[in-house]
């Protein structure tokens, strides 16, 4: 999920919780950029099966442990620009879940390139409406009370997270403008970061 113009790599995460809006944002970003799109979840879907009868049958560690290995094998499959929805819980492991995973944890979070979508800032007005959206969605086998409990005990994680945040509640095609435009300034602060690097070292 790298491409490297010049002496930049790029490399464009979509963070939040489930329900914030990575999956159709990511991919209208991807689309008007032009770049591959790579949704997490999906892909665990399409390894795995279903994600709750994964979770049920062998437990969250076992899941979050076999998430970590096909994010890493994604990365690795992949070189051309990449926009990538990760799943909602992976920024916020414990730490041992997997060997890479605190070295992948930090990179995603320091990286300039990655966008943290929530539906509000204000916690009640968030989990309203995450909820709503969860429990929409058929494969999840969600229910409401489940999922108020983990949109509270997650917010102040995400909150915490030193990432670019967007409120994802408006229209899909506006919070992806405003990614766009922040992925296109990020590209070019980071090019002309290196070009003063390089210009410093002659």
């Known amino acids: 999920m790298r491409c490297r113009r010049g002496n930049v790599s790029l490399r464009v995460h979509l963070i939040g919780p489930g329900g914030a809006g990575k999956t159709t944002v990511g991919e209208i970003v991807a689309a008007r950029l032009n770049w591959r ?102 494969y999840l086998h969600a229910n409401e009370a489940d999922e108020m409990r983990k949109i509270r005990a997650r917010f102040p994680a995400f909150m915490r997270l030193n990432c670019k945040r967007f409120a994802s509640d408006g229209p899909p095609e506006h919070v992806a403008a405003d990614i766009e435009r922040f992925i296109v300034a990020s590209m070019a602060s980071r090019e002309h970061g290196s070009h003063a690097v390089a210009g410093g070292t002659r």
């Open 37 to 138: 799109f790579v949704d997490v979840d999906r892909c665990f879907l399409a390894a795995h099966g279903n994600i709750a009868d994964f979770i049920r049958e062998r437990g969250y560690a076992e899941y979050a442990s076999h998430n970590v290995r096909l994010y890493e094998q994604l990365r690795r499959d992949t070189s051309a620009p990449t926009i990538c929805a990760v799943s909602s819980g992976f920024m916020l492991y414990p730490a041992d879940v997997a060997p890479a995973y605190p070295a992948l944890r930090r990179d995603i979070e320091a990286d300039g390139f990655t966008a943290l979508l929530l539906p509000s800032f204000d916690l009640e007005r968030c989990a309203k409406l995450i909820v709503a959206r969860q429990v929409s969605r058929p």
